[in-house]
Nanobody, 120 residues
Framework: QVRLVESGGGLVQPGGSVRLSCAASGSIFSINTMGWYRQAPGKERELVAEVISGNTNYGDSVKGRFTISRDYAKNTVALEMNSLKPEDTAVYSC???????????????WGQGTQVTVSS
């Protein structure tokens, strides 16, 4: 059994900052990807940021404002969100591609999602 548990989020004013964290636990053998997606009402889910085997990718709309970091020893990933805009309002979900055995077969796991609302 694998779990992803997120923390952080909430209401923040435009121009403000917020930090999201996600911790993976359970029967984990290896993780090759950890990252964040978001989904706003009426919009498709979009990539925010991810770390794949040490390489980082960011969605175009957050480049230069958000920073993702991963702690490999603790199986955690964090997202530092700065210069927030109202259009950043969404449910942010942590995800990870995890292998539970030495077979190198990775499955995607998702957290429950956390709401970030940017509003004055």
């Amino acid at each position: 059994q694998v779990r992803l548990v997120e923390s952080g989020g909430g209401l923040v004013q435009p121009g403000g900052s917020v930090r999201l964290s996600c911790a993976a636990s359970g029967s984990i053998f290896s993780i090759n990807t950890m990252g964040w997606y978001r989904q706003a009402p009426g919009k498709e889910r979009e990539l925010v940021a991810e770390v794949i085997s040490g390489n980082t990718n960011y969605g175009d709309s957050v480049k230069g404002r958000f920073t993702i970091s991963r702690d490999y020893a603790k199986n955690t990933v964090a997202l530092e969100m700065n210069s927030l805009k109202p259009e950043d309002t969404a449910v942010y979900s942590c995800y990870a591609r995890i292998s539970t055995t030495a077979s190198s077969y990775y499955m995607a796991y998702w957290g429950q999602g956390t709401q970030v609302t940017v509003s004055s």
